[in-house]
């Protein structure tokens, strides 16, 4: 019984953690078509981001899961499962004190201050990008902890 536990916890934080990053992955992919855009494109295409809050499910089944595998883990698999963690611990630092106060000050994005808008822009999009090379991290630490296991 307990090697299928063993082995529920390394595929819950594998599938969660493969789908944490699918949201920043995507923001990667299109980042170099949303940069060039004008105010009015931009606020517009933002729109499409709308319901993915419920992404955050996945985050925070990962986060779980991967603190379970680290918390399981033994050997060689220890350093990688407790490095996907803090992976996954360091996208919700990132969203917490860059992309979270960028959603508040433009009411996620139905508004964008003249003045300032660009930077904004700037910092939501490399926040996301900065969480997406996390996630990445994460899933490959997953990835090998189960292999060394």
Known sequence: ML?????????????????????????????PNKLPMPRDAYLTVQKVYRGWQFAGIAVGVALLATLWLAIDSEGRARLPSIIAFLAIVGTQVVFWLVTYP????????????????????????????????LNFVALVCVAMAILTD
Do not use: C, K, Y
């Open 102 to 133: 960028v959603n508040r000050r433009t009411a996620n994005w139905t508004l964008a201050p003249e003045e300032d808008w660009e930077r904004l822009r700037d910092r939501w999009e490399l926040s996301h990008a900065a969480s997406a090379l």
């Open 3 to 31: 090697a299928t536990m063993d082995s529920m916890v390394q595929l819950l934080a594998l599938v969660f953690t493969a789908l944490a990053l699918v949201p920043g992955a995507a923001h990667v992919i299109e980042l």
